[in-house]
């Protein structure tokens, strides 16, 4: 199993500035991802970060907005940039361990922005 | 275009009663599929998952779900539900390839009533 740790677990921003958000893993992993969880909303894929390649956004995101960086197997980061009172969501990490038939997906407990 | 869709979005039992929450997708293939549970203020745990095999999964906490490749569904159950059954519930679904991802449904609210 995977234990992912995230920081800051909350925070609270003024619009128009950045918020760094930081995902450390327990275990090296190839795969991570970061997803958005806007109030009362499922959560959506941002982005997969794979370590010594460039991130991998989904449609709806871009780079700079949400500049992703994964210098190693147990770290990533996700900056929220010139945020809006709508970037206003939970943002989880998450790690994909698999090989042959084990596939496992852990989440982070999430960091909760409130941009005002 | 792949899916995970769950039909109702909000659900009230009683205490004690049976629960089912409804999942269907929509891929190309048969997707790993998993349920998902989220407590107010909580992380994601996950309760159960279907990779292959047999189509009854049982799971934490009590839960079973049943995939039907017939319905393109994954139905969760559980028996008698319990207070603290209370969340939001989801289903979730990918295909086993290296750089694919886990597409989320939109959730299900659950609601106990003493």
């Known amino acids: 199993s995977a234990v992912i740790s995230q920081k800051p677990s909350r925070d609270i921003c003024q619009r128009g500035t950045s918020l760094t958000i930081q995902c450390q893993v327990d275990?090296?992993?190839?795969?991570m991802f970061w997803y958005r969880q806007q109030p009362g909303q499922s959560l959506t894929l941002i982005a997969t970060a794979n370590q010594g390649s460039e991130a991998t956004y989904e449609s709806g995101f871009v780079i700079d907005k949400f500049p992703i960086s994964r210098p190693n197997l147990t770290f990533s980061t996700l900056t929220v940039s010139n945020m809006s009172p709508e970037d206003s969501s939970i943002y989880l990490c998450s790690v994909l361990d698999s090989g042959g038939l084990h596939y496992e997906q852990y989440f982070g407990p999430g960091t909760r922005l409130t941009v005002t | 275009a792949q899916s995970v869709t769950q039909p109702d979005i909000h659900i009230t039992v009683s205490e004690g009663a049976s629960l089912e929450l409804r999942c269907n997708y929509s891929?190309?293939?048969?997707?790993?599929l998993f349920w998902y549970v989220q407590s107010p203020g909580q992380g994601l745990q996950l309760l159960l998952k279907y990779f292959s095999g047999d189509t009854l999964v049982q799971g934490i906490k009590g839960f079973e779900a049943e995939f039907k490749r017939s319905q393109s569904s994954f139905n969760l159950r559980k028996p008698s539900v319990h207070w603290s059954d209370a969340a939001e519930y989801f289903c979730?679904?990918?295909?086993?390839?290296?750089?694919?991802?886990?597409?989320f449904g939109p959730g299900t609210s659950l609601s106990v009533i003493p």
């Open positions: 891929y190309g293939a048969t997707p790993y």
């Open positions: 979730a679904g990918t295909m086993k390839t290296s750089y694919d991802k886990v597409i």
């Open positions: 275990s090296q992993v190839t795969m």
